[in-house]
Structures are given as structure tokens and as C-alpha cells.
């Protein structure tokens, strides 16, 4: 299994931005699918983008859709979650999922490797 790491949350205002990684180490990311998800406190884990082993196909939750975006550098064998025009309730610990094969889910079941999260806190 491939083993990922999240990088790049932070606290920061209504209106910001912010840019979380996931780097992949143990072996190659680009036959993997990787679907990014949130957990807010008290709440169930949530998908918010996918992509898919080759970047070419991205797919988002109605809550993030036009304001996040998702991409992969398979050079840095990092995928990337930039987050523009944070709200309040984007505040959540985020996770990178990995799963082997082209497609990226919004299931969180089918994947088999996570990240230990990063905190996102976004203030008013």
C-alpha cells in the first residue's frame, strides 16, 4: 500500500485560501485514485474531490464545486487540494485517500490507504 502524508492546513479567514498536499512514499502514486475527504467535529466523514490516477477526470461535492480544486503532480508524487474562498463551515480535519486503479469515489469504503489528516479551521 501506499503510504500518504497531508500538509498544508492552517487557520485562517473567511474569504482565504489555503492549498493542502498529499505525498505519496512506498511506491509510484500514478496508478492510483485519490479522493479527498472532511470530518467536521460531531459529524460523519464527508467526500470533497476526487481525481482520477491520471488527472484527467476531477469530481466535487455541490458544497466545494467551483470554490476547490483538485490536481496531481506525478513528478512530485503529490496531489493537491487548493481551497479558495474559505467558509466557516469548511472548518474540518481533511483526508487524502488512496485507492489502487484509475477511478477516483466518493465512497469512502473502497479506499484502502489515509493520511492522518490536517486541520482546517476557517474563523468569521
Known amino acids: 500500500q501506499v503510504e500518504l502524508v497531508e500538509s498544508g492546513g492552517g487557520l485562517v479567514q473567511a474569504g482565504d485560501s489555503l492549498r493542502l498536499s498529499c505525498a505519496a512514499s512506498g511506491r509510484a502514486f500514478s496508478p492510483y485514485g485519490v479522493g479527498w475527504f472532511r470530518q467536521a467535529p460531531g459529524k460523519g466523514r464527508e467526500f470533497v474531490a476526487g481525481i482520477s490516477a491520471g488527472g484527467d477526470m476531477t469530481g466535487y461535492a455541490d458544497s466545494v464545486r467551483g470554490r476547490f480544486t483538485t490536481s496531481r503532480d506525478s513528478a512530485k508524487n503529490t496531489v493537491y487540494l487548493q481551497m479558495n474562498g474559505l467558509k466557516p463551515e469548511d472548518t474540518a480535519v481533511y483526508y487524502c485517500?488512496?485507492?489502487?486503479?484509475?477511478?477516483?469515489?466518493?465512497?469512502?469504503?473502497?479506499?484502502?490507504?489515509w493520511g492522518q489528516g490536517t486541520q482546517v479551521t476557517v474563523s468569521s
Open positions: 485517500a488512496a485507492r489502487y486503479g484509475s477511478t477516483w469515489s466518493s465512497l469512502n469504503y473502497v479506499y484502502n490507504s
